[in-house]
């Protein structure tokens, strides 16, 4: 048995905030920004219910983001909580340059030059950062600037590498707004200069997830993967899907992703608006079945960005999420730079507690069945058939072990209604594994009796508050221990 069990909890003294912590299933990954940047108010929303902190590298230094990220591991260390860093990549953002007087009023009909000169836009000419523009589009293909607000169609490529376009829906054109081509297939490349530096300060302060912009194949994934790996990072890449390149070979960026993030913002310009809803739906569905924890982000809160209630609309929103069974909802401006953060995500936590007490969520497992095909399939099996036991018995708990995070990912998969908590010795992974529906996870690496581990791990359990005597607990394994295989064995308990 182990005689150090505090070792494996790292101070987790508050027994009531841990399980208050683990009330909302679906995690919430909340955006720092100027209104929540202090270690008092991070830790405010952490209490609230933030599983996932979220760092956008498209604002602010690597000096700002370093002190953030010590007041997050500052709480991890001090308080009951294991809370999840995310670092999310600007990715080859595209804009406008200045514009003369920020406002440049354009109608129906009126014909833009876009160049690559750098200069200050006016009715003749207007400067955008995309060196490969003419290159890339062809004559009819629509440019949407300022997230669709105004939209223009390209009418001609002229020799010296200007695009002119003719407007199509007209509005005012301000400085630095971006650019997005729904029909184009964009040459850059997926980490600009400014990602790669980026990334090497993610990977230097070794963050938990990193997130991915405007992916769109699979070489994307395996680029940013080669350089996590050969910096020895247990980093693990999250996949934000924004393109419609990108859905063309979604089955292929999910299998070679480790999480998937249904970035709605620019989606919702990219493609048509009314297929928004579907998408995410269909999504989130093979990111269940690929066993891949998957985040539905972008607006879904916003008005609370300056009031005290979300709109009826917004609190749906989340509530949909939660039924068509995403991981994690986030949060963006709302807790970035909004008046209330705090108060914006306990009013989450309480939309998703009220979602996840019905039983018409898409994600049952008897819909999610291990494929016979797959080199997993063994396992699989195993952990679908621990969450059916768990809930067959009624029981209080299912636990799992992890080396890799497989068995966690896929346990989580299954949507058990018992608590859910894993242990591994990987250290990494007890951070990483807050993004996961219904995940608490713990560091522990005792090498024993597969009975003895599962001894163990009740102890822990029971002494945190968590079990209680007479309560029934799952455990998952396998075994013989010391070769670490896939899990292979299922065990049932009484607390005693």
């Known amino acids: 048995m182990s005689k150090n069990i505090g070792n494996y909890l790292h101070q987790e003294m508050d027994n009531s905030a841990a399980t208050d912590h683990i009330q909302h299933r679906t995690k919430i990954v909340a955006t720092v920004g100027p209104a ?51 670092g999310d990549l600007q990715g080859p953002k595209l804009r406008v340059g200045e514009i003369e007087n920020n406002a ?12 690559n000169e750098k200069l ?30 105004i939209e223009v169609v390209v009418q001609e490529i002229t020799p010296a590498g200007d695009v002119k376009v003719r407007v199509k829906l007209g509005g005012i054109i301000s400085s630095k707004k971006g650019l997005n081509l729904p029909d184009t297939k964009i040459s850059l490349p997926a980490l600009t200069e400014k990602d790669l530096i980026d990334l090497d300060f993610i990977l230097e302060e070794k963050l938990d997830w990193v997130a991915l912009s405007f992916v769109r194949r699979t070489d994307d994934i395996i680029g940013i993967k080669k350089i996590i790996h050969d910096r020895n990072s247990k980093s693990k890449v999250i996949a934000k899907i924004e393109m419609p390149e990108a859905l063309e070979n979604i089955r292929e960026i999910i ?15 990219e493609v048509p608006i009314e297929k928004v809803p579907l998408i995410q739906r269909q999504i989130i569905r093979k990111c269940l079945h690929r066993g891949k924890p998957v985040i539905v982000a972008t607006q879904m809160m916003e008005s609370m960005i300056d009031r ?8 749906t929103d989340v509530a949909n999420a939660v039924l068509e069974g995403a991981d994690a909802v986030m949060l963006s401006g709302e807790t970035a730079t909004g008046m209330h953060p705090a108060l914006v995500v306990e009013t989450m936590r309480k939309i998703i507690i009220e979602a996840e007490k019905s039983e018409y969520r898409y994600n049952r497992e008897e819909d999610i069945r291990p494929l016979p095909h797959s080199p997993t399939f063994i396992s699989d099996a195993v952990c679908l058939t621990a969450a059916k036991l768990a809930e067959s018995t009624n029981a209080d708990a299912l636990i799992g072990m992890t080396q890799s995070g497989y068995t966690a990912f896929k346990l989580s998969t299954y949507r058990p209604k018992s608590q859910l908590f894993i242990f591994t010795k990987e250290k990494s992974l007890v951070n990483q594994l807050s993004l996961s529906w219904g995940v608490r996870a713990f560091f522990y690496d005792e090498e024993q009796s597969l009975d003895e581990i599962i001894a163990d791990q009740i102890k822990i359990l029971k002494e945190r508050g968590f079990l209680r005597s007479g309560e029934v607990v799952v455990n998952t394994g396998s075994t013989p221990v010391q070769l670490h295989l896939p899990t292979n064995t299922i065990k049932v308990s009484v607390v005693e």
């Open 120 to 149: 200050v836009g006016t009715m003749e000419k207007i400067f955008v950062s995309y060196p490969n523009l003419a290159g890339d589009v062809v004559i009819g293909n629509t440019i949407m600037i300022d997230d669709g607000k």
């Open 104 to 115: 440049l009023p354009v109608k129906e009909g009126d014909i833009l030059t876009l160049t």
């Open 255 to 269: 299998l070679e992703s480790d999480g998937i993030m249904v970035a709605r913002g620019d989606l919702g310009v």
């Open 308 to 315: 005290v209630k979300p709109n009826r609309s917004e609190s």
């Open 36 to 86: 929540c940047d202090t270690y008092d108010k991070l830790l405010g929303l952490v209490k609230a219910g933030v599983n996932v902190f979220r760092l956008n590298f498209s604002h602010g230094s690597h000096e700002d983001k370093k002190k953030i990220i010590d007041h997050i591991r500052k709480i991890n260390a001090s308080e009951p909580y294991n809370i999840s860093i995310l």
